[in-house]
């Protein structure tokens, strides 16, 4: 059993692959006792090994969170074995990518569930005791389309859009407690280990740890000067 009375916080970052994901979490458990999640636990009991051995605390939470139960249950882990989450980070996310007549209603659906519902579930565990505390932090992984959608975005533009708006609405209203939502459109393509893409060279790529460096000041800011959106992007970027 973990030992709660840990002087660290604790920030929960759901959606964790082997690009941003694995970042964000090698990043913030250098200051934070770490919650992971992901749907494959194979890879969460690597990446929490890895965390460990470095000399962080992480914890293992294998959930799907498009579904409520599952992302219910994972929270009162978190609470159970770590503590109330200072931060959260949403950086779950994906979709069938085509137009309105090559996407399926269950693909559509599945892509909200996955962006927006998810991120809506995940907020209403943190902020009740967030709003008490007077403090906290929600960081929202974003997209381009989540700005403006691509004909072959039907699906995850939508998603991303409603995504969105969660954040503004959750900052609007949450600020003034003390809480701070940001949005981070990640404009580009992650330069991940399995990816091969020949047209693009390592300069044309996001690093995946630049990018949690950034995240990691969001969660630091002084609330003097918040950031509510924010862009990311590699220097050869045409936007």
């Not at 109330?84 to 949403?90: A, K």
């Not at 407690?177 to 404009?187: E, T």
Request: hydrophobic residues 45%.
């Amino acid at each position: 059993m973990t030992d709660k009375s840990n002087d660290q916080p604790v920030a929960a970052i759901l959606g964790v692959g082997p690009g941003l994901g694995a970042s964000l979490a090698r990043r913030f458990a250098k200051g934070f006792r770490v919650a992971i999640n992901a749907r494959k636990a194979d890879y969460l009991a690597s990446l929490a090994g890895e965390i460990r051995v470095a000399g962080g605390e992480a914890l293992e939470v294998p959930a799907d969170l498009s579904d409520r139960q599952q992302v219910e249950e994972a929270f009162s882990l978190i609470r159970q074995r770590l503590g109330h989450p200072e931060v959260l980070i949403y950086n779950a996310g994906g979709g069938t990518f085509g137009n309105v007549t090559e996407v399926t209603p269950e693909q559509y659906e599945s892509a909200w569930k996955v962006n927006a519902f998810g991120a809506f579930l995940s907020a209403k565990e943190v902020v009740p005791e967030m709003i008490a505390r007077g403090r906290g932090a929600l960081l929202f992984t974003g997209a381009t389309a989540g700005v403006k959608a691509g004909p072959k975005s039907a699906a995850f533009g939508p998603a991303k859009f409603a995504m969105r708006g969660l954040a503004q609405s959750l900052a609007r209203d949450l600020g003034p407690k003390g809480i701070h939502v940001a949005w981070v459109n990640v404009d580009g393509v992650i330069d991940l280990p399995l990816r091969k893409l020949a047209h693009l060279k390592a300069e044309d790529m996001l690093k995946p740890d630049a990018i949690a460096e950034t995240y990691w000041h969001l969660a630091h800011q002084d609330r003097s000067a918040w950031t509510l959106e924010l862009e990311v992007r590699p220097f050869r970027e045409k936007f």
